[in-house]
Nanobody, 122 residues
């Protein structure tokens, strides 16, 4: 049973913005966003820890912002200045938090949503 449910994907032109959301049942965990394009490996985008500390893929800093609303059990990813090469399925995931910055390694996350498609046209 999938317990993380993503929404907010869609089609946008290059330079546009999208805000993804992920409803989840977890507290005090690492929550992350990952993406996977056809024929490519899954890559980490951003993560947020139980204490709110964040980590980002180096190429995304300044354009993407991860946040969460604990009262709503919802994780967000604000994506600005999107590029065509960022078209992919975007997944949210949850994993154990050990009191440190969450790593953007998919094998550290045990629970995954089914994904939401983001398509960026040129």
């Amino acid at each position: 049973q999938v317990q993380l449910v993503e929404s907010g994907g869609g089609s946008v032109q290059a330079g546009g913005s999208l805000r993804l959301a992920c409803v989840h049942p977890y507290n005090r965990v690492c929550l992350g966003w990952f993406r996977q394009a056809p024929g490519k490996e899954r890559e980490g985008v951003a993560a947020i820890a139980g204490d709110g500390s964040t980590s980002y893929a180096d190429s995304l800093k300044g354009r993407f912002t991860i946040s969460k609303d604990n009262a709503k059990n919802t994780l967000y990813l604000q994506m600005n200045s999107l590029k065509p090469e960022e078209s992919a399925m975007y997944y949210c995931a949850a994993g154990a938090w050990y009191g440190r910055t969450c790593l953007l390694l998919s094998d550290r996350y045990n629970y995954w949503g089914q994904g939401t498609q983001v398509t960026v046209s040129s």
